[in-house]
């Protein structure tokens, strides 16, 4: 049992099925991303966290409380939400100091000494008198952000945190959220649709699809070894290529009838659809008929286009109508159309295959 | 590069502008300055200038008395416009209401009604189930005839609202009588304004539901208006309605000196 467990949850508005059976289970401390296209659930199974949906089926259990009835405001969870949702009519001191003024607990002295303390987290504090609308998009996050953390929430629950940010901003942010996570061990969900995002933040990635849990696993191990086709897809920078097992297991043909020999390689899944998953990383690109070394296997292919990126080439290469994507030197430049070679230790093959 | 209009469209727009603005403008420019006439009946162009006859509209103790009775009943009126309109158009667009669209025609519906029918209608149920015509009824007739205002306003001032200002104000630990205070009324703040701003508008200046229902020795100010120009057209009248609309446009400018025009109305 976990921290949070999430149990056969499952939604649907009317017709469409936001959420299909998904069973989660959320240690404490952990830094989770629910990755996936838009409409494959993630909002829907983080709002139902927060308790602003109510599932159809399934429950919410947080340390063994089932809180699955249990009402938005009573749940002692925050959440961070995509526009900041800031009150524009308090300051930021009031704002970030409302959870607490909710709660009732302390003083009031003591819960502005307590917003005062959020706010210097996200290094506000000069700030603490202007109105929202007075600051900027990143500071107004930030605000957010130590509204969400001042209550000490036993799970912090994020949506989109990024998306709304330029690129210089995206990068400070995610040192905050990492520097806040370390500091101070809060159990965190955040939903996102960028991969970047979620393996540079999270510990640990779900990707869903469909309202299902497609792939959960660590954020290396998701990235190294996707597993589906879909995932590797998603996840990004990788090159599938769809292949048919031999019998014997000792190799697979393309559909162009290539043969690959596959020793060394991962041992093939089960499962459907298989297809051949190379990072672009992992893949040299030589003179059709070179020697491509000690252990390396190749393939046949043909170049589609190439851009100069300074340092080395990118190179769009064509194997049996599949399109793969490969860096290689400056010298020799390969132009479209020249027939090459596709170099790789089979060590660093992937499969992937609908489950 | 910016298209040019060829000079017949200009002109013709030109006119039509022209035309509209006249319409608008020129019947108050009309009243305003023959308030300032020194001759003994409402005439135009006005004869001489004088401020007699706002002196005898402030000596004047039916005028004083009429223009109290209507800054109480607008207040009244104003007062519970609001408190019904913006509870209803809370619940409308805020609350998923079940049925909320055929509750936003009705409280819409005064708007299209006829107002005369309306006073009709009014007269005979106060008459049948009531005392008949008295102050009481024009408020209640006031009010009906006011809540849309606030209604649309306060409808459309949250429909533009962040919805999710409320939902995160649920994370945070407000209940619903919190996120009422907190979140809700601060945002529907500028459509409550406007509304009753309408509303008192609309009731200081409304004549056919008070003349349907007033009742003997009551009288508002365009009753008394409305009477003194039947009977004795006298420059007064103007005076009085320089005079609201002096008002009036104080109003506005404290609105938009305050709140800003186009928040309130946006």
Not at chain 1, 22 to 47: N, Q
Not at chain 1, 90 to 108: H, I, K
Not at chain 1, 183 to 211: K, W
Request: proline share 6%; aromatic share 8%; charged share 20%.
């Amino acid at each position: 049992m976990g921290f949070l467990d999430l149990k056969n949850l499952t939604k649907r508005f009317g017709d469409f099925t936001a959420l299909d059976d998904v069973t989660l289970e959320i240690e404490r401390g952990t830094f989770v991303a629910l990755l996936g296209p838009s409409g494959c659930g993630k909002t829907t199974l983080l709002r139902i966290i927060a308790g602003l949906e109510r599932p159809t089926a399934g429950r919410v259990v947080i340390e063994g409380e089932d809180i699955t009835r249990k009402a938005p405001e009573a749940r002692r969870l925050a959440m961070m939400f995509q526009s900041y949702a800031l009150l524009p009519h308090m300051t930021v001191l009031e704002n970030v100091r409302f959870p607490l003024r909710m709660a009732g607990g302390d003083s009031v002295a003591r819960q502005r000494e307590r917003a005062r303390e959020a706010l210097a987290l996200v290094k506000l504090d000069p700030l603490a008198d202007r109105l929202p609308r007075a600051l900027s998009g990143g500071q107004q996050q930030r605000v957010a952000l130590a509204r969400a953390i001042v209550s000490e929430p036993r799970v912090l629950l994020l949506d989109e945190p990024l998306s709304n940010l330029d690129a210089r901003l995206r990068e400070d942010m995610q040192i905050e959220l990492q520097q806040l996570h370390e500091r101070f061990g809060l159990t965190t969900v955040f939903v996102t649709h960028d991969q970047e995002e979620a393996l540079s933040l999270a510990d640990r990635v779900v990707l869903m699809r469909q309202g299902r849990i497609e792939r959960d696993a660590g954020a290396e191990a998701i990235y190294d070894d996707p597993g589906t086709p879909f995932a590797a897809d998603f996840l990004g920078a990788a090159n599938l290529l769809p292949v048919t097992p031999e019998a014997d297991g000792a190799g697979v043909t393309l559909a162009d009838g290539q043969r690959l020999g596959i020793e060394g390689a991962p041992a093939l899944p089960q499962g459907r659809d298989l297809e051949l998953v190379l990072r672009q990383e992992d893949v040299g690109i030589l003179e059709a008929g070179a020697d491509p070394g000690e252990g390396r296997e190749t393939l046949a292919a043909e170049v589609v286009a190439s851009i100069f990126l300074g340092a080395r080439v990118r190179y769009v290469v064509k194997v049996a109508d599949t399109e793969l994507r490969v860096l290689g030197p400056r010298q020799p430049v390969f132009k479209p159309g020249t027939r090459v070679a596709l170099a790789f230790d089979p060590a660093a093959i992937r499969w992937a295959s609908e489950r | 590069m910016v298209r040019r209009f060829p000079p017949s469209a200009l002109f013709g727009g030109g006119a039509v502008l022209l035309v509209i603005l006249t319409f608008m403008l020129l019947p108050l420019a009309v009243v305003i300055m023959s308030s300032f006439t020194a001759s003994q009946f409402l005439v135009f162009p006005p004869q001489g200038f004088s401020l007699r006859w706002y002196g005898e509209v402030v000596a004047s103790t039916a005028y004083l008395e009429a223009a109290w009775v209507s800054l109480v009943l607008a207040t009244a009126v104003t007062i519970a416009s609001v408190a019904i309109g913006t509870t209803a158009a809370i619940a409308i667009q805020r609350r998923k209401l079940p049925f909320a669209a055929a509750f936003s025609g009705l409280f819409l519906s005064p708007l299209v009604l006829p107002t005369l029918i309306f006073g009709i209608g009014l007269l005979i149920v106060f008459s049948v189930y009531g005392d008949g015509p008295s102050l009481a009824a024009i408020w209640v007739g006031h009010v009906v005839i006011t809540v849309p205002y606030v209604v649309r306003t306060v409808m459309a001032v949250l429909a533009d609202a962040d919805p999710f200002v409320e939902e995160a104000a649920r994370t945070m630990g407000a209940g619903r009588l919190a996120r009422l205070w907190f979140v809700v009324l601060p945002q529907a703040r500028s459509g409550i304004i406007a509304g009753g701003f309408f509303a008192f508008n609309v009731s200081f200046d409304e004549a056919v539901i008070a003349l349907f229902l007033r009742a003997p020795g009551v009288e508002t100010l365009p009753m008394r208006i409305y009477g003194q120009l039947e009977f004795s057209p006298s420059p007064e009248v103007a005076a009085v309605s320089t005079l609201m609309i002096v008002m009036t446009v104080i109003v506005i400018v404290l609105i938009e000196r305050f709140l800003g025009l186009a928040r309130v109305s946006g």
